[in-house]
């Protein structure tokens, strides 16, 4: 069960929602992305102005007298005279009081000799001696004429540094001493660094490791250090401060400045702060105007769903709500919409599908009426132009010239006659007469017939089982199928080619459509006819058992072949299909039931043994009389004795006159007065010992619905010749 109602599954309150939650969306966004960037660019302002401070603090830090000498080497010669000869001890008293060579802030003042050891000195305020000059000067770091500046150190409260120059002879380089000078960092001092750094930034000075560092005002702990070592320049950004450490040029001194970034970002952020709620009021009003607008586009939405339903549900291709999947019943328009146009396409496509379907037995029963009708006439001819030429073969010597001629004309019929089966095989109105036969034995008897129809260059191969199953088919449209097949697949292999027949037993387990009808499950004999020629697109494929649709060149073919494999296949209960492609070959499976029944013992598939004729009387029911004519002039000369009634009234009449000697009636079965059944059932009171043979041209439909549809009444299908006439007629009379 849904956790909303349905209302908020509808698109027209979905879409609302979530074009107002966009708009909010999209404005938060904008603001959030504005603050970023004007974080950004803040943290990058200060990060360079702290990178500028430190360089700048650097520069003053070394500034008051640590590299520069004040008036030159001279005013070193007060110092130098005196460690010479002594003289001159209260000028160089003088000079170190003075702020001549040591700078007006000193705190201490001496002069050394060459080992270390104090000669003169000044103090100020009882400011004690540095320590690292004397170690530097053991330790010969002290060396050249420059000066060199010292470690920050304690000095009481507060802190400060030393220098320490070599003082040599004038115009020689041999070393007399050394002059020190300390300096302390006082408060002024310290101010005059904050007002350059600025507020909230915190000043240390010293050398990382030593342990002594100064606010230059005081010792301080030595603080984090993140980055840098002496001699390099660092600025490393945490999450809440910003330090940079910059050496002291010329010295292995650090100044280390920290800012943290709350101060930074606090006017950026007030300002935040400030034009939310404008913001948000934006947004808001936004959101409403989104609201309305989606309002507009999604009503007519969900009035065209509910028109779209309701056409569905007419059309009975939609389900009632309660019917339909949860996904569709609580979904929004779109979902909807779309389940009832899908039902509505495939409404439309199955009613295309039946359309089509219909279209195509529409046509196929066309073709069928016609060629029945055809059928009739023609095969009343067929049966004349055969028979006549049977006739004129027996009376011929066999040396008579005009023989070939007449097996000529014979064969000629013998090729018209077929083309009359084909056309009512393709409609599906061919009179069959289904038996259980050995599949199995069919195909390898058709074997050798088909190896003389392949060309020479083109490879037969037959490939059934031992125990393929039985069928219930007419053997002779059966072989007619293979045979149309395999000259089919030949004909696609002007260059030669593989020809196979394989059968197989076949189960299928669920409904399979072919395309050219529907597999139903069941047991099944599988024939596939495949070639190895130059195969079918899919549109060749659609229509290649139309009949007389052919890709053959004009004059090369009919285009009855594969239609009349498809009737004679459907008119047995099975079903064919192809699968094809250009230049890979073809394959047509045809899928028969498989027969419950045996074999028959006696089915052999052969031709019936010749049988003699008779003294008998038959009665010929006929309305063609070219047919009726050959036929008493077939059987007389058999020794038959032959009544002709030229219709069923003239048969009434004569069976009543001759009922104690007519032994057969051989009647047609559609005639203007009555048919050939209805003739039967009336001689019957008339002549009830006599026996029924009745001969038709016309398609098996027209017969059946003529009443011949019971097994024991006795068929003759023209065209015949005058050996089957015969040979029928004496089976019809000893049955």
């Known amino acids: 069960m849904s956790l909303f109602p349905r209302r908020w599954h509808s698109f027209d309150s979905k879409l609302p929602l979530l074009a107002s939650g966009l708009v909010l969306v999209t404005a938060l966004t904008l603001v959030a992305t504005a603050y970023y960037r004007v974080e950004r660019a803040l943290l990058a302002t200060a990060e360079q102005r702290l990178v500028s401070t430190g360089r700048t603090t650097a520069r003053l830090l070394v500034r008051p007298g640590l590299r520069r000498e004040p008036g030159g080497s001279a005013v070193y010669l007060p110092l130098v005279t005196f460690l010479q000869d002594g003289r001159g001890r209260d000028l160089a008293l003088q000079v170190l009081r003075s702020g001549q060579v040591t700078g007006e802030n000193k705190a201490y003042a001496a002069l050394l000799d060459a080992r270390g050891r104090v000669v003169l000195e000044h103090r100020r305020d009882s400011f004690p001696a540095p320590r690292w000059p004397e170690r530097a000067i053991a330790l010969r770091h002290v060396r050249g004429d420059s000066t060199t500046i010292g470690p920050f150190e304690p000095y009481g409260a507060g802190a400060g540094y030393s220098r320490v120059r070599p003082l040599r002879a004038v115009g020689d380089t041999t070393l007399l001493g050394y002059f020190v000078a300390a300096y302390p960092f006082g408060s002024a001092t310290a101010q005059e660094f904050r007002d350059i750094v600025g507020g909230g930034v915190s000043l240390r000075v010293g050398r990382r490791g030593s342990g002594v560092w100064t606010d230059l005002e005081r010792v301080v702990p030595e603080p984090l250090m993140t980055g840098g070592t002496a001699g390099t320049e660092g600025l490393h950004v945490r999450s809440d401060t910003m330090t940079v450490v910059t050496p002291l040029p010329g010295t292995d001194l650090l100044v280390w400045l920290a800012q943290p970034v709350s101060g930074v970002l606090s006017p950026v952020r007030s300002m935040l702060w400030n034009a939310i709620p404008i913001g948000l009021g934006i947004a808001v009003l936004g959101a409403l105007l989104m609201w309305r607008m989606a309002r507009n586009i999604t009503r007519p939405l969900a009035q065209l769903t509910d028109v779209a339903e309701g056409v569905a549900r007419d059309s009975h291709s939609m389900p009632q709500t309660d019917e339909m999947p949860a996904a569709i019943k609580n979904g929004d328009e779109i979902t909807r919409l779309r389940f009832a146009v899908e039902r509505m396409s495939d409404r439309v496509a199955e009613r295309q599908a039946l359309e089509a379907q219909l279209r195509q037995s529409q046509k196929m029963e066309a073709i069928g009426r016609l060629a029945g009708g055809v059928a009739h006439d023609f095969n009343n001819l067929l049966t004349a132009i055969r028979s006549y030429a049977d006739l004129m073969l027996e009376d011929m010597p066999p040396y008579d010239p005009k023989r070939a001629d007449m097996m000529e004309i014979r064969r000629a019929a013998e090729r018209a006659a077929t083309l009359t089966a084909q056309l009512l095989a393709f409609g599906r109105k061919s009179f069959l007469q289904p038996r259980v036969i050995d599949t199995r034995e069919v195909l390898l008897d058709l074997h050798a017939m088909l190896r003389r129809l392949m060309i020479e260059d083109v490879t037969l191969e037959v490939a059934v089982p031992e125990d393929l199953w039985p069928v219930k088919a007419d053997r002779g449209q059966l072989e007619q199928v293979i045979v149309n ?248 009379i000893d049955r």
């Open 485 to 732: 097949l395999a000259v089919n697949g030949r004909d696609a292999m002007p260059s030669g080619g593989v020809l196979a027949i394989r059968a197989e037993n076949l189960v299928v387990p669920a409904a399979v459509d072919t395309g050219h009808g529907v597999v139903t499950p069941g047991e099944y004999v599988a024939i596939h006819v495949t070639d190895t020629g130059s195969g079918m697109d899919a549109t060749t494929q659609n229509r290649v058992f139309e009949p007389f649709f052919t890709t053959k060149a004009v004059g090369q073919g009919t285009g009855l072949g594969l239609a009349t494999v498809h009737g004679i296949v459907a008119q047995s209960g099975g079903v064919i299909a192809v699968h094809s492609e250009l230049q890979r070959g073809s394959t047509f499976t045809v899928y028969l039931p498989r027969a419950e029944a045996a074999v028959p013992p006696d089915e052999s598939g052969g031709r019936v043994a010749e049988t003699p004729g008779g003294n008998e009387t038959i009665l010929v029911v006929e309305d063609e009389g070219s047919v009726r004519a050959l036929a008493r002039r077939v059987l007389v000369r058999a020794g038959f004795r032959v009544l002709e009634a030229p219709s069923p009234s003239e048969a009434l009449r004569l069976a009543q006159d001759h009922a104690s000697e007519i032994r057969l009636v051989l009647s047609d079965v559609v005639m203007p007065e009555m048919s050939g059944p209805a003739l039967a059932e009336r001689l019957g009171a008339l002549i009830p010992n006599a026996r029924i043979l009745f001969v038709s041209g016309y398609a098996s439909d027209e017969v059946m619905s003529r009443g011949l549809g019971t097994p024991d009444l006795d068929l003759l299908q023209k065209p015949f010749s005058a050996q089957q006439l015969v040979e029928r007629v004496r089976e019809a």
